[in-house]
């Protein structure tokens, strides 16, 4: 029996759980929402893992779509669809074996919560959404999911409604989504008009017969192929926080610990990365924009990792490793590493998932305390907790033979072989930045003296065993996620043949165009070899500075001694280089400004004032005509009916 | 024999007369609203006796959709009817005259 | 007389006359059945049985006085119960009650109107007989007349509803407005192999909304609230005695009858027998010694076809007693919410999933 | 038999409307209409459309009317002491425009299909399929439409008939 025409369970199995959970299920029955709310992604999981086993065991990994449902609307035929081919089913894996792992987290950490059953009608929808968005077969599909997870990150980040700041930065998700979706949907229509399907499979082969058409000039100085490029990669900006749209995500943090891990770490915001191997295609024949690509995600990986030394809030500084890795992804499909960028994405999404419900953890300990100043020396108080931790930090690091390092590397690799050596410096420093303030984390949190007060001391205690199992689990995965993707040279020095899993399984998706060379850069095994070390060295200088400076019961102390010696810098830092402040001034106040310009000037006066006159004179004519209105409703019948049969009359005879 | 559609035509034209001098003269706000339900028929009949002539569907479906329009019609007229009952005791559409200036 | 209106004519007479004979039969039910079920006898002295109580019943309407209110409407009055009986009469029209049957070389369909429209009238005449409630809660001048009338209006159209889409769910699979099809769908297919495809194992929730708003609609307990005794006196019918009372009586009845042959029809395979061939089991009775002589093989399969039917539609009537002494009466905004929160979007959850099912081809 | 039958129905429609109109009881002139538009059915089936005769009797007379007869009841309104409006201007003057009216399209009527030939009933075309095909093909989105007023509709009259609570415009006191 085949498994893979039941794919649309997959989906179907989350957005049944979210209904069944926020229409039917009481707020007082909560193991019923527990079993609905974790048990909907466990099938789900489970049937993703049946079709991907059968996925796998496909000659060829040949592509398996599930028609379920022909739209036609004039000429845009939208088949609602699902694509199984080896990047969807890295996607699927990720999603749906992390996404059940923070489900279950999030029963033992949101256990407490008035909101619980909201809360996982809200994740089982998102669950639903990105799947939609992750399995579909052409790009309205894609953008529905698209929207759904921008809908349930805003839920979610507004989660606790009833406080200040979370629906605040719900809404600044939201709006700043809103503007990269926009540029999406005109991307969308571009590819539309041009080559009437919408479909990947069928795009791809309208752009290889028409070359001519993708490289002609269309709008603002771009071909075809770069307007629609750089649409979507603006849209990309958007989701996945790359600057200048990355404002949002960490405000998101607002949202609880698990959210945070799911949607804002490990798959919502991938979904640009995801998205823009979808369409490699296209971005490989815009060169222009690709490097643009590159430029931003270099840019946006050292900008993020930079301010994230200087954060003291544990998730904020999560945060901003997350936009630094998301820009790292972006440098690599920027040179046209896409295997790599989606390589880095799977291994992310391990360990920073791991490294989120970690901090999830620790803030569940400390009662709610989230700034690292006030906790240190959690080791021995959260053994397990500090253990995945760490995992995820050397993971997160580079050090061998984590997950992190491979995928890192062969982004890094990519870069170099491409030629773009300053982007590729860039990229090197920003990975010994981030092993510098991962460790940072490391040290303030779990190392050195208690900071707290007496009371959060004493309430301290390791996570139950919901939480700790999934990290551990994760645990195992940020670990071993790399192992499918050792790159080439490794295999060369062990002396073996090049079993690049990772590689191999996925290149079907990268689509060539006839008359160029390949994407992929030859690059000597000897480069290779040093380029991995080089790597290797700057993480473990970056650890090594960590542990001067914070390590060893410093703690806190390096950074005001810091702040002390370049407080300008510092305080650039902290004040994340006043980008808010900067988009406060330049779109924010202006906006106002125009609103209430609109408001005072255009609305009260000439609108208003308009309007005040034409009522002057329809009162002056009103006087003169009540004389006829004596509020009898018949005889205005009457006069309805006798007006009704002149033009009648007129029209006829 | 068979009969012409023009007697059918003839029909509608005496039941909507009727109807409109029902609904300009009735003092109770419900007759008025009966009245108008009658000049709805005529108009039906109307409809499907042409479509009949013509041999034209179009005439049948506007009148599906006269049906569907009158009942709302008639859910929203009747509601605004105890409404005004319970406002003013009485839906005597000639003491209805809040419209007056 | 062409053999067809004959056939017609014979017909409309077999359905006169038993749904005529329902109310004689139901009156003597009414009685036995709850007196076995409380363990009491019932009336036993009149015949064997019981049996000639009904007759009695039947003798004691006919003979009452017969008055006429003072106030009272009397055109309306007197309208009301005949309103009400002719409506629920008439609905009879598009039951079949067997296949196209051959008898004297001709062929007959045993259904009164054989028609594409056949369901789409039986809904228009059923929802006819709400005026004779109402009139007569109108016409009587008496206030627990007038509740009951209000109530009664409010109760059907709200309950219409949910029968008319539960009714209309169950010919989607057949695809056919006319009754004769949706009966020779449930037999021609089965579902897993080995249930017959009756409507009630293809939609379980569709046969319950029916069951509900059948209640809802014939007026019985546990929604007998226009005629609620406790509270209104007798509802509508307080102010009517003698023949009249009988009239909306055998209204009643028929009305349930009638209900009960539909949701038989609908959802238990009408006249059909499970895996067996009725027209080769009449085959088999005009084939038996001697009766071949008086009855062919077509009219032998009309009366098997015609005592299934029977069969079926007297359990949902014994149902309809059943409930009626097992259940206790719904407060008014108990049956309104139960009609609008629940039944009706069950009705449409019940459509809307027999519509996709039918869509994919799954039924 | 035809003509018969047309005489009878439009015989009946003619009478029962003129009841509607003027009758006192507005019970009866409900039951009146209840009467003419059953008739109209009638004369809808005798032109070749059962679907719209079976709806016109399901919808109009068996839910539209029932609701009438359910408001009246409700409100208790009872005989009105003069029916018609007191102001004669206004009576004369409606009752003038009616009789313009059906004279003038009578007049038309007369004028222009006279001598018109009834067409044969196209059985195939005016089915119940082919109507419910078109109804959900041609004409979805006017369906659509009708259905989302429908859902309207209901909102709204539930919203305006119910009991206005304490404060709000409206309490009876």
């Given at each position: 029996m085949s498994l893979l025409p039941y794919l649309w369970l997959v989906p179907a199995l989350p957005f049944l759980g979210a209904a069944v959970n926020g229409l039917l299920v009481r707020n007082r029955h909560k193991g019923l929402a527990t079993a609905i709310g974790v048990g909907a992604p466990g099938l789900s999981l489970f049937v993703a893992l049946a079709c991907l086993w059968e996925f796998l065991h496909r000659p060829g990994h040949a592509p398996f779509e599930l028609l379920l449902y022909p739209w036609t609307a004039g000429d845009l035929a939208v088949d609602f669809a699902f694509l199984l081919d080896p990047l969807s089913a890295v996607m699927l894996f990720v999603v749906t074996f992390v996404g059940f792992w923070i489900h279950v987290y999030s029963a033992g950490y949101m256990a407490r919560e008035p909101g619980y059953r909201r809360y996982f009608a809200y994740l089982n929808l998102f669950m639903g959404a990105m799947l939609l968005l992750v399995l579909g077969n052409n790009y309205v599909v894609m953008f529905i999911g698209w929207e759904g997870v921008g809908l349930c990150s805003y839920l979610l980040i507004g989660f606790h409604f009833d406080q200040d700041v979370p629906p605040k930065a719900g809404r600044k998700a939201f709006i700043v989504?809103?503007?990269?979706?926009?540029?999406?949907?005109?991307?969308?229509?571009?590819?539309?008009?041009?080559?009437?399907?919408?479909?990947?499979?069928?795009?791809?082969?309208?752009?290889?017969?028409?070359?001519?058409?993708?490289?002609?000039?269309?709008?603002?100085?771009?071909?075809?192929?770069?307007?629609?490029?750089?649409?979507?990669?603006?849209?990309?900006?958007?989701?996945?926080?790359?600057?200048?749209?990355?404002?949002?995500?960490?405000?998101?943090?607002?949202?609880?610990?698990?959210?945070?891990?799911?949607?804002?770490?490990?798959?919502?915001?991938?979904?640009?990365?995801?998205?823009?191997?979808?369409?490699?295609?296209?971005?490989?024949?815009?060169?222009?924009?690709?490097?643009?690509?590159?430029?931003?995600?270099?840019?946006?990986?050292?900008?993020?990792?930079?301010?994230?030394?200087?954060?003291?809030?544990?998730?904020?500084?999560?945060?901003?490793?997350?936009?630094?890795?998301?820009?790292?992804?972006?440098?690599?499909?920027?040179?046209?590493?896409?295997?790599?960028?989606?390589?880095?994405?799977?291994?992310?999404?391990?360990?920073?998932?791991?490294?989120?419900?970690?901090?999830?953890?620790?803030?569940?300990?400390?009662?709610?305390?989230?700034?690292?100043?006030?906790?240190?020396?959690?080791?021995?108080?959260?053994?397990?907790?500090?253990?995945?931790?760490?995992?995820?930090?050397?993971?997160?690091?580079?050090?061998?033979?984590?997950?992190?390092?491979?995928?890192?590397?062969?982004?890094?690799?990519?870069?170099?072989?491409?030629?773009?050596?300053?982007l590729w410096a860039v990229g090197l420093l920003t990975a010994g930045l981030t092993a510098c303030y991962m460790?940072?984390?490391?040290?303030?949190?779990?190392?050195?003296?208690?900071?707290?007060?007496?009371?959060?001391?004493?309430?301290?205690?390791?996570?139950?065993?919901?939480?700790?199992?999934?990290?551990?689990?994760?645990?195992?995965?940020?670990?071993?996620?790399?192992?499918?993707g050792i790159p080439a040279g490794m295999w060369e020095l062990a002396g073996t043949e090049d079993r690049n899993l990772f590689h191999h399984f996925l290149s079907p998706v990268i689509a060539t165009i006839p008359g160029e060379g390949g994407t992929g850069h030859a690059l000597s095994h000897t480069a290779e070899i040093s380029l991995i070390l080089a790597s290797i060295g700057i993480a473990l200088a970056g650890i090594l500075i960590a542990r001067r400076a914070w390590g060893g019961g410093r703690g806190v102390a390096a950074d005001e001694s810091i702040a002390k010696a370049a407080p300008a810098f510092y305080r650039l830092l902290e004040n994340k280089y006043y980008v808010d402040e900067l988009y406060d001034r330049l779109f924010v106040r202006p906006l106002a400004r125009l609103a209430r310009f609109c408001w005072k000037v255009i609305d009260t006066v000439i609108i208003d004032g308009g309007l005040h006159v034409v009522a002057f004179l329809t009162e002056l004519t009103g006087d003169l005509g009540r004389f006829t209105t004596t509020g009898n409703v018949r005889q205005y019948a009457l006069y309805f009916f006798a007006g009704a049969l002149a033009l009648f009359w007129w029209m006829i005879f | 024999m068979s009969v012409p559609i023009l007697w059918y035509l003839l029909l509608a034209g005496a039941l909507f007369a009727i109807g409109a001098f029902g609904a300009l003269t009735r003092r109770s706000g419900i007759a008025v609203f009966l009245s108008i339900e009658l000049m709805l028929n005529a108009a039906n009949l109307t409809l499907v006796a042409y479509s009949r002539l013509l041999g034209d569907r179009t005439g049948q479906m506007l009148v599906f959709f006269a049906l569907a329009v009158a009942a709302a019609e008639a859910a929203v007229g009747l509601a605004l009817f105890i409404g005004i009952y319970r406002l003013r005791r009485t839906i005597d559409v000639g003491r209805m005259n809040l419209m007056r200036w | 007389m062409t053999p067809s209106v004959l056939a017609t004519a014979a017909l409309m007479g077999v359905w006169l006359f038993t749904l005529i004979n329902v109310t004689p039969i139901m009156l003597w039910l009414e009685r036995r059945a709850p007196a076995f079920m409380q363990d009491r006898l019932g009336p036993n002295r009149l015949g064997p049985l019981g049996l000639f109580q009904a007759i009695a019943d039947v003798l004691k309407f006919i003979f009452k006085e017969d008055v006429n209110p003072a106030g009272a409407d009397r055109t309306l009055f007197l309208l009301a119960p005949t309103i009400g009986f002719v409506a629920s009469l008439l609905t009879y029209l598009v039951i079949p009650f067997g296949p196209v049957v051959e008898i004297g070389g001709h062929s007959f369909p045993l259904v009164v109107i054989d028609s594409d429209n056949g369901m789409l009238m039986f809904l228009a005449l059923a929802s006819l007989s709400v005026y004779g409630l109402v009139l007569a809660g109108y016409s009587s001048n008496n206030k627990w007349s007038l509740m009951g009338g209000i109530r009664a209006s409010a109760q059907m159209i709200s309950y219409e509803l949910a029968l008319a889409l539960s009714v209309l769910a169950a010919l989607i699979p057949a695809g056919s407005l006319n009754l004769t099809r949706v009966v020779e769908h449930q037999v021609g297919h089965t579902l897993l192999g080995a249930i017959p495809a009756w409507g009630v194992f293809v939609q379980p929730?569709?046969?319950?909304?029916?069951?509900?708003?059948?209640?809802?609609?014939?007026?019985?307990?546990?929604?007998?609230?226009?005629?609620?005794?406790?509270?209104?006196?007798?509802?509508?019918?307080?102010?009517?005695?003698?023949?009249?009372?009988?009239?909306?009586?055998?209204?009643?009845?028929?009305?349930?009858?009638?209900?009960?042959?539909?949701?038989?029809?609908?959802?238990?395979?009408?006249?059909?027998?499970?895996?067996?061939?009725?027209?080769?089991?009449?085959?088999?009775?005009?084939?038996?010694?001697?009766?071949?002589?008086?009855?062919?093989?077509?009219?032998?399969?009309?009366?098997?076809?015609?005592?299934?039917?029977?069969?079926?539609?007297?359990?949902?009537?014994?149902?309809?007693?059943?409930?009626?002494?097992?259940?206790?009466?719904?407060?008014?905004?108990?049956?309104?919410?139960?009609?609008?929160?629940?039944?009706?979007?069950?009705?449409?959850?019940?459509?809307?999933?027999?519509?996709?099912?039918?869509?994919?081809?799954?039924? | 038999m035809e003509l018969a039958i047309f005489v009878l129905l439009?015989?009946?429609?003619?009478?029962?409307?003129?009841?509607?109109?003027?009758?006192?009881?507005?019970?009866?002139?409900?039951?009146?209409?209840?009467?003419?538009?059953?008739?109209?059915?009638?004369?809808?089936?005798?032109?070749?459309?059962?679907?719209?005769?079976?709806?016109?009797?399901?919808?109009?007379?068996?839910?539209?009317?029932?609701?009438?007869?359910?408001?009246?009841?409700?409100?208790?309104?009872?005989?009105?002491?003069?029916?018609?409006?007191?102001?004669?201007?206004?009576t004369w003057g409606a009752a003038i425009c009616s009789a313009i009216f059906a004279g003038a399209t009578m007049r038309l009527f007369w004028a222009a299909y006279a001598t018109a030939p009834t067409p044969p009933l196209d059985a195939e075309a005016f089915s119940l399929r082919a109507v419910a095909r078109e109804l959900f093909s041609t004409y979805l989105l006017p369906f659509e439409i009708i259905g989302l007023l429908l859902l309207v509709a209901v909102v709204a009259a539930s919203w305006i008939a119910k009991r206005p609570g304490p404060g709000e415009p409206g309490e009876v006191p």
């Amino acid at each position: 029996m085949s498994l893979l025409p039941y794919l649309w369970l997959v989906p179907a199995l989350p957005f049944l759980g979210a209904a069944v959970n926020g229409l039917l299920v009481r707020n007082r029955h909560k193991g019923l929402a527990t079993a609905i709310g974790v048990g909907a992604p466990g099938l789900s999981l489970f049937v993703a893992l049946a079709c991907l086993w059968e996925f796998l065991h496909r000659p060829g990994h040949a592509p398996f779509e599930l028609l379920l449902y022909p739209w036609t609307a004039g000429d845009l035929a939208v088949d609602f669809a699902f694509l199984l081919d080896p990047l969807s089913a890295v996607m699927l894996f990720v999603v749906t074996f992390v996404g059940f792992w923070i489900h279950v987290y999030s029963a033992g950490y949101m256990a407490r919560e008035p909101g619980y059953r909201r809360y996982f009608a809200y994740l089982n929808l998102f669950m639903g959404a990105m799947l939609l968005l992750v399995l579909g077969n052409n790009y309205v599909v894609m953008f529905i999911g698209w929207e759904g997870v921008g809908l349930c990150s805003y839920l979610l980040i507004g989660f606790h409604f009833d406080q200040d700041v979370p629906p605040k930065a719900g809404r600044k998700a939201f709006i700043v989504n809103r503007i990269g979706d926009f540029a999406f949907l005109i991307g969308l229509f571009a590819l539309f008009a041009s080559f009437g399907t919408l479909d990947y499979d069928k795009l791809n082969m309208a752009i290889l017969a028409n070359l001519e058409l993708a490289r002609a000039p269309f709008c603002l100085g771009l071909s075809l192929a770069g307007f629609v490029a750089l649409c979507l990669f603006v849209g990309a900006m958007g989701k996945s926080a790359q600057i200048p749209l990355y404002v949002w995500l960490p405000d998101a943090m607002a949202g609880p610990t698990p959210v945070s891990a799911l949607i804002h770490a490990a798959t919502m915001v991938t979904a640009g990365v995801y998205m823009v191997a979808r369409t490699n295609l296209v971005y490989q024949l815009a060169p222009g924009v690709l490097l643009f690509v590159a430029v931003i995600g270099a840019l946006t990986a050292i900008f993020a990792a930079s301010i994230g030394l200087a954060q003291n809030d544990i998730k904020k500084v999560l945060a901003y490793s997350t936009v630094s890795q998301l820009g790292y992804m972006f440098l690599a499909a920027g040179v046209g590493a896409y295997i790599a960028a989606i390589f880095h994405l799977a291994t992310h999404a391990f360990f920073k998932a791991l490294l989120f419900l970690g901090s999830g953890s620790v803030i569940h300990g400390m009662g709610g305390e989230q700034d690292m100043r006030k906790m240190g020396g959690l080791k021995s108080h959260m053994p397990a907790t500090y253990r995945t931790f760490l995992i995820g930090t050397i993971a997160i690091a580079g050090i061998p033979p984590l997950a992190g390092f491979f995928s890192k590397d062969e982004i890094l690799a990519s870069t170099f072989a491409g030629g773009h050596f300053v982007l590729w410096a860039v990229g090197l420093l920003t990975a010994g930045l981030t092993a510098c303030y991962m460790f940072r984390v490391v040290y303030l949190t779990f190392h050195g003296k208690f900071r707290g007060t007496r009371d959060q001391e004493h309430h301290l205690h390791e996570s139950p065993k919901s939480m700790t199992v999934p990290l551990i689990i994760l645990a195992v995965g940020a670990v071993a996620a790399g192992w499918i993707g050792i790159p080439a040279g490794m295999w060369e020095l062990a002396g073996t043949e090049d079993r690049n899993l990772f590689h191999h399984f996925l290149s079907p998706v990268i689509a060539t165009i006839p008359g160029e060379g390949g994407t992929g850069h030859a690059l000597s095994h000897t480069a290779e070899i040093s380029l991995i070390l080089a790597s290797i060295g700057i993480a473990l200088a970056g650890i090594l500075i960590a542990r001067r400076a914070w390590g060893g019961g410093r703690g806190v102390a390096a950074d005001e001694s810091i702040a002390k010696a370049a407080p300008a810098f510092y305080r650039l830092l902290e004040n994340k280089y006043y980008v808010d402040e900067l988009y406060d001034r330049l779109f924010v106040r202006p906006l106002a400004r125009l609103a209430r310009f609109c408001w005072k000037v255009i609305d009260t006066v000439i609108i208003d004032g308009g309007l005040h006159v034409v009522a002057f004179l329809t009162e002056l004519t009103g006087d003169l005509g009540r004389f006829t209105t004596t509020g009898n409703v018949r005889q205005y019948a009457l006069y309805f009916f006798a007006g009704a049969l002149a033009l009648f009359w007129w029209m006829i005879f | 024999m068979s009969v012409p559609i023009l007697w059918y035509l003839l029909l509608a034209g005496a039941l909507f007369a009727i109807g409109a001098f029902g609904a300009l003269t009735r003092r109770s706000g419900i007759a008025v609203f009966l009245s108008i339900e009658l000049m709805l028929n005529a108009a039906n009949l109307t409809l499907v006796a042409y479509s009949r002539l013509l041999g034209d569907r179009t005439g049948q479906m506007l009148v599906f959709f006269a049906l569907a329009v009158a009942a709302a019609e008639a859910a929203v007229g009747l509601a605004l009817f105890i409404g005004i009952y319970r406002l003013r005791r009485t839906i005597d559409v000639g003491r209805m005259n809040l419209m007056r200036w | 007389m062409t053999p067809s209106v004959l056939a017609t004519a014979a017909l409309m007479g077999v359905w006169l006359f038993t749904l005529i004979n329902v109310t004689p039969i139901m009156l003597w039910l009414e009685r036995r059945a709850p007196a076995f079920m409380q363990d009491r006898l019932g009336p036993n002295r009149l015949g064997p049985l019981g049996l000639f109580q009904a007759i009695a019943d039947v003798l004691k309407f006919i003979f009452k006085e017969d008055v006429n209110p003072a106030g009272a409407d009397r055109t309306l009055f007197l309208l009301a119960p005949t309103i009400g009986f002719v409506a629920s009469l008439l609905t009879y029209l598009v039951i079949p009650f067997g296949p196209v049957v051959e008898i004297g070389g001709h062929s007959f369909p045993l259904v009164v109107i054989d028609s594409d429209n056949g369901m789409l009238m039986f809904l228009a005449l059923a929802s006819l007989s709400v005026y004779g409630l109402v009139l007569a809660g109108y016409s009587s001048n008496n206030k627990w007349s007038l509740m009951g009338g209000i109530r009664a209006s409010a109760q059907m159209i709200s309950y219409e509803l949910a029968l008319a889409l539960s009714v209309l769910a169950a010919l989607i699979p057949a695809g056919s407005l006319n009754l004769t099809r949706v009966v020779e769908h449930q037999v021609g297919h089965t579902l897993l192999g080995a249930i017959p495809a009756w409507g009630v194992f293809v939609q379980p929730l569709g046969f319950l909304v029916f069951l509900v708003a059948a209640f809802a609609e014939t007026n019985r307990l546990p929604f007998d609230l226009p005629e609620a005794e406790s509270e209104l006196v007798a509802g509508y019918h307080t102010e009517y005695g003698g023949l009249r009372m009988a009239l909306f009586y055998m209204g009643e009845y028929q009305s349930m009858a009638i209900l009960s042959a539909l949701a038989s029809t609908l959802y238990f395979g009408g006249w059909t027998i499970p895996f067996v061939d009725i027209t080769s089991v009449g085959a088999w009775i005009a084939g038996l010694p001697g009766v071949g002589d008086l009855i062919g093989t077509g009219l032998a399969t009309a009366l098997v076809g015609f005592t299934v039917l029977m069969v079926k539609t007297y359990a949902f009537l014994f149902f309809f007693i059943w409930v009626r002494w097992t259940f206790p009466r719904f407060r008014y905004d108990q049956l309104m919410r139960l009609g609008w929160k629940v039944l009706l979007p069950l009705a449409l959850v019940n459509f809307i999933a027999i519509a996709a099912l039918a869509v994919a081809g799954k039924v | 038999m035809e003509l018969a039958i047309f005489v009878l129905l439009a015989g009946t429609a003619l009478g029962s409307a003129i009841l509607v109109v003027f009758h006192r009881n507005p019970v009866s002139s409900t039951m009146s209409l209840v009467v003419t538009l059953v008739a109209t059915a009638g004369l809808f089936l005798m032109l070749g459309s059962p679907f719209l005769a079976a709806l016109q009797i399901l919808l109009y007379t068996g839910a539209i009317l029932v609701l009438f007869l359910f408001v009246i009841m409700l409100l208790n309104v009872r005989r009105e002491r003069t029916i018609h409006s007191r102001a004669p201007g206004l009576t004369w003057g409606a009752a003038i425009c009616s009789a313009i009216f059906a004279g003038a399209t009578m007049r038309l009527f007369w004028a222009a299909y006279a001598t018109a030939p009834t067409p044969p009933l196209d059985a195939e075309a005016f089915s119940l399929r082919a109507v419910a095909r078109e109804l959900f093909s041609t004409y979805l989105l006017p369906f659509e439409i009708i259905g989302l007023l429908l859902l309207v509709a209901v909102v709204a009259a539930s919203w305006i008939a119910k009991r206005p609570g304490p404060g709000e415009p409206g309490e009876v006191p």
